[in-house]
């Protein structure tokens, strides 16, 4: 299955620890996207990257949140000193820059964070 | 800014029976319009897009959907609908001029199909 990747799937920690999770792209898009969906809601979203490129950030991203794709491939989300309100399901989407925007977004599975 | 709702929260339909899950939406420009369903601990899978053109748009599982510019809606429906059809289902929205590449997601639709 060449879809999108996300390790871990689940992730316990205590409040305070730092966190990274990692995403792995369909081979051949260029655009990745960091969600953070919390039960009962839709995504929200959180960052796009085009290739290596950090093009966007939503205000939710505090400063305690980091994300990367240095190679313009796999990337990572880092959430430090976490707090329990960072208790969600984080989700990495990708797609092909195709023609203008409307090629639609293709999920991993998403990586569970849960704050103790 | 571009925002996207969802007014049920949860839809119930006999197993056979044809459903219709609303959404309706906001945005500057022209919109593009998105389904996606969800399953229990699962990503997002893609439905069906509506970007230009026929405003009735067929996508993945039966599904399809009604693009309607004066009531600013995009209704997802299936003539008959399969216990297997149970899920989450998300409308999602990205226009405007200014974060081209964003989507909007709403807050989503359980559905619920009984046999």
């Known amino acids: 299955d060449t879809g999108v990747s996300q390790n871990p799937r689940h992730k316990i920690t205590k409040r305070g620890q730092n966190v990274t999770f990692r995403c792995d792209p369909i081979?051949?898009?260029?655009?990745l996207y960091w969600y953070r969906q919390t039960l009962g809601q839709g995504p929200e979203f959180l960052t796009y990257?085009?290739?290596?490129?950090?093009?966007?950030k939503s205000r939710l991203l505090s400063d305690r949140f980091s994300a990367e794709r240095p190679k313009g491939s796999f990337s990572t989300l880092e959430i430090q000193r976490t707090e329990q309100g960072d208790s969600a399901m984080y989700l990495c989407?990708?797609?092909?820059?195709?023609?203008?925007?409307?090629?639609?977004?293709?999920f991993g599975d998403g990586t569970r964070l849960s704050i103790l | 800014a571009q925002s996207v709702a969802q007014p049920e929260d949860q839809v119930n339909v006999a197993e056979g029976n044809p459903l219709t899950v609303k959404c309706t939406y906001s945005?500057?420009?022209?919109?593009?319009l998105f389904w996606y369903v969800q399953y229990p601990n699962r990503g997002l899978q893609f439905l069906l897009k509506?970007?230009?053109?026929?405003?009735l748009v067929k996508g993945s599982y039966g599904f399809e959907a009604e693009f309607n510019k004066s009531q600013t809606s995009f209704h997802l429906k299936k003539p008959s609908a399969l216990v297997s059809d149970s899920a989450l289902y998300f409308c999602?929205?990205?226009?405007?001029?200014?974060?081209?590449?964003?989507?909007?997601f709403g807050s989503g639709t359980r559905l619920s199909i009984r046999p």
């Open positions: 989407a990708s797609s092909s820059a195709g023609t203008g925007d409307n090629q639609p977004q293709h």
């Open positions: 081979s051949e898009h260029n655009r």
């Open positions: 990257f085009q290739n290596e490129a950090q093009l966007e």
């Open positions: 945005v500057s420009g022209n919109p593009y």
């Open positions: 509506y970007i230009t053109g026929d405003n």
């Open positions: 999602a929205v990205r226009g405007g001029y200014s974060s081209a590449s964003k989507i909007i």
